[in-house]
């Protein structure tokens, strides 16, 4: 079947605009993830879903920074008054049910380009 | 703080040769950990996890909680291993997964 698929793959945007990345996990995935990877470094957890809930958003960077997942499937990360620092790649995967040993399989991710 | 530290950003070995991939980690918990791979314009994905003792494609990796590492081990590197490599932790009673910056892994004909 189909992965998760994330939209747009690319994204060039101007300081101060506000942005949505999109994820679609694998159908029947409860469980959902939003990573950032800024140049150099490693992936960075933003939050995490279980269903339509977010019990751990302890990652997001700033109150600039949400997101929300509907009918546990699609999740959209919106990112407020874009600053710089915020190009990165952003990267969704999704897992099963959520556990420890779950495999997160993950989307091919969205670059944001702040100019 | 949980942390994982990967002190290699690159790894360049000749194939055939042996490779090692490091990985500490600091967690007072008991540990989940995760080797990922990204291959060349293809997606992050895992590549073997310590809980399933497994050998993927040659590679192995042993949990050492005495010296709190994951290091990633092949005897015999092939150029199809030429990759970006991250460790991964996964906390106790948590959701978050904390990665490692990864090795970039260039294995030499």
């Known amino acids: 079947g189909a992965g998760v698929s994330q939209s747009p793959s690319n994204k060039v945007t101007e300081k101060g605009k506000d942005v949505e990345l999109r994820c679609d996990p694998i159908?029947?995935?409860?469980?959902l993830y939003w990573y950032r990877q800024s140049l150099g470094q490693g992936l960075e957890f933003l939050i995490y879903f279980q269903g339509n809930s977010a019990p751990d958003k302890s990652g997001l960077p700033s109150d600039r920074f949400s997101a929300e997942r509907t009918g546990g499937s699609v999740s959209t990360l919106t990112i407020q008054r874009t600053q710089q620092e915020d190009s990165a790649v952003y990267l969704c995967?999704?897992?099963?049910?959520?556990?420890?040993?779950?495999?997160?399989?993950f989307g091919p991710g969205t670059r944001l380009t702040v100019l | 703080a949980q942390r994982v530290t990967q002190p290699e950003k690159l790894l360049s070995v000749f194939k055939g040769a042996p490779v090692e991939l490091k990985c500490n980690y600091s967690y007072s918990g008991s540990p989940e950990l995760f080797w990922y791979v990204q291959y060349s314009r293809q997606r992050l994905q895992l590549l073997l996890r310590h809980i399933s003792r497994e050998s993927i494609k040659g590679f192995t990796a042993d949990l050492n909680k005495g010296e709190t590492s994951f290091h990633l081990k092949k005897p015999f590197a092939q150029e199809e291993d030429s990759a970006m490599y991250y460790c991964?932790?996964?906390?106790?009673?948590?959701?978050?997964?904390?990665f490692g910056a990864g090795t970039r892994l260039f294995v030499k004909a």
């Open positions: 991964a932790l996964r906390i106790t009673g948590g959701f978050k997964t904390i």
């Open positions: 995967a999704s897992s099963r049910s959520g556990g420890r040993t779950d495999t997160q399989y």
């Open positions: 159908s029947g995935h409860t469980a």
